[in-house]
């Protein structure tokens, strides 16, 4: 009878702690949330991808050490805190206890190395990070220890950026993992939402994790508490802008990304919607080929390419109304701290007749430059259909190439098989982070001056210094255009009005702490 009677205790507070381990969704209203994507995603790895569309899923199922609040700042997630000793050449991370994967386990520092190694050795940033002579280690349970050769100045923000960065897998996941995007089955995070299925072309969906153990301190863009407040939510594919907003307004989707700007002024106004505008602006840039084909080297052509563009033409067709865009060419807008003119006397020149002599001495002969774009995000085609025929005006032959967004994404890794390719880039925040800096996004920008300037840029944290090679960085991007930078422009999501507490974009949509009226 003792040994029952045992037992039956030893049951009930296990049930007893399972209560309490999903008290923290105990008022969450419920309900499957429908979101209307511009595209089918490509694989949820988000380690091996850049691509928006995965992200937004992912952020929901898999988490990193650090994360953004809503002033662009790193702050823990999965870490406790961190001590950096040795000038910032060793950093000591203490984890979290008590967080768990979506599998039951709990979360130690053979995860985190494991996953480390695996985004180090084949992650999109991970070298940005992880140089030659870099390594991480288990230093206790609750810890883990990173040196560095030299300090790196964005370390922080390298591991709290999850758009091609270091989420945390079970160990048993990670150390298995390649180059290769991981099987579905072990899309396993510590997210507030685990995958549930993928239905191609139909819908991907997301369950409540209700082992989630949320931070205490509250929401602040995406740091602090993450509750989910739906018990799913279904992400379909929906490639036509008019068939997402009419979801929404029919009431057969909650959320629908990427909305015609010319819509903007008219939806602001309509009770059956509420407009997402995003929280800095996006801008758009036409990628150009440094390892292969006719602009690989051929920096006076790219040059004369960026000459003959108009960026108002391509902004006003693709954004509508001027509130929505700003022709401008820093990289980052006025106000930012990383905000600078260097270089931007080549910005918007728009001369048609000396690009087309300047082409002439680059050596060009009327061969097709092939530009990927893709009719998914609308934007991309609207100003790819205007850089077609202003390039023309100067007598350069552009080819565009229309793909959907899943077939560009395969296609742009592939060098022979095209000369540019057309996506857009949020502001991060920090420098190191744009996709054009990292030598293995496609594009690969990689000539030995941008290769000093790298290092010099990430070799130290003092912010003074870094501005200083920010300024030389920017400079040489106009000098070497490895992409082309359209203009700053606000893109808008729509919401259904029965959808309360949406954290306001930063980068991407996300719904932890948001729920059904």
Known sequence: M?????????????????????????DAAGGTMRYAAVSEPAPLDVMLTTAGVSLVIGMHIFEALYTIDSHYQPQPMLAE???????????VITLRQGVHFHNGKEMTSDDVVASLQRWAKYGVRGKL????????????????????????????????????????YPSEIASKATDQPIAQTDYIGTGPYMFKEWKPNRYIEIDRFDGYNARSNPGDGYSGKRVAGFDAIRFSPVPDVG??????????YDYAETISGDLYDQLSSDASVKVVKAGAPLFGLFFTNSKAGILKDNFKLRRAIEMAFCREDALRVSFGPQALWNAQGSIF????????????DK??????VKAKALAAEAGYDGTPIRL???????????????????????????????????????????????????????????PILLTFLNAGYPGWWATPEITELRKQFTSTADLTQRKAVWDKIQELYYEQVPAIKVGDAYSFDVISPKVQNLVSPLFWPVFFNASFK
């Open 2 to 26: 003792q040994f029952r009677l045992k037992h039956l205790t030893r049951g009930l507070a296990v049930v007893a702690a399972a209560l309490m381990l999903t008290t923290p969704h105990a």
């Open 81 to 91: 805190g961190e001590k950096l000793d040795d000038g910032g050449k060793t950093i």
């Open 129 to 168: 990070l992880f140089v030659d002579g870099s390594s991480v280690a288990a230093s206790g349970k609750y810890e883990v220890t990173i040196k560095l050769p030299e300090p790196n100045g964005a370390w922080k923000n390298l591991l709290a950026h999850l758009e091609g960065g270091p989420a945390i």
């Open 243 to 252: 068939t997402r907003l009419s979801g929404v307004q029919a009431g057969d």
């Open 333 to 344: 807008p006025k106000g930012n701290i990383w905000y600078s003119t260097a270089g931007t």
């Open 347 to 352: 910005y918007n020149e728009c001369d048609p």
């Open 372 to 430: 990927l774009t893709s009719t998914n995000y609308q934007t991309h085609y609207d100003q790819a259909t205007v850089f077609v025929k202003q390039m023309a005006s100067a007598g350069i032959n552009v080819q565009m190439i229309v793909v959907d967004w899943a077939t560009l994404l395969k296609m742009r890794g592939q060098p022979e098989q095209w000369d540019m390719f057309i996506t857009h880039h949020g502001g991060p925040p920090d």
